[in-house]
């Protein structure tokens, strides 16, 4: 059973930064792409980062695009998710998530990552 635990969620101004980190159980975890999802109040989940197993190779949504860089760890089984220049649309509950096939491209849907973490606040002031 993969288990998926995010933190560094806060409360930060407009324009500051947040680190998020996920941490991942399990032996297989350089095996699978990882994403970073979120949720805003009465929005559906949204994609908003994902890197390959290899780290190689990353997507971003573009509404983050040049703001946020998302990065791991293999040997340490830790993906990261760096938020500089943040904006107060930028609240959200962010997830963390796993691959649901191991697969060489990345995808962007929700609906092909099938493990998930409990989800980090992150709350941007205006």
């Known amino acids: 059973q993969v288990q998926l635990v995010e933190s560094g969620g806060g409360l930060v101004q407009a324009g500051g930064s947040l680190r998020l980190s996920c941490e991942a159980s399990?032996?297989?975890?350089?095996?699978?792409?990882m994403a970073w999802f979120r949720q805003a109040p009465g929005n559906e989940r949204e994609f908003v980062a994902a890197?390959?197993?290899?780290?190689?190779?990353?997507k971003y949504a573009d509404l983050v695009k040049g703001r946020f860089t998302i990065s791991r760890d293999n040997a340490r089984n830790m993906v990261y998710l760096q938020m500089n220049s943040l904006k107060p649309e930028d609240t959200a509950v962010y997830y963390c998530?796993?691959?649901?096939?191991?697969?060489?491209?990345?995808?962007?849907?929700?609906?092909?990552?099938?493990?998930w973490g409990q989800g980090t606040q992150v709350t941007v002031s205006s």
């Open positions: 890197i390959s197993w290899s780290g190689a190779w990353t």
């Open positions: 399990g032996r297989t975890f350089g095996n699978y792409n």
């Open positions: 998530a796993r691959a649901a096939e191991i697969m060489d491209g990345i995808r962007l849907s929700s609906s092909e990552y099938n493990y």
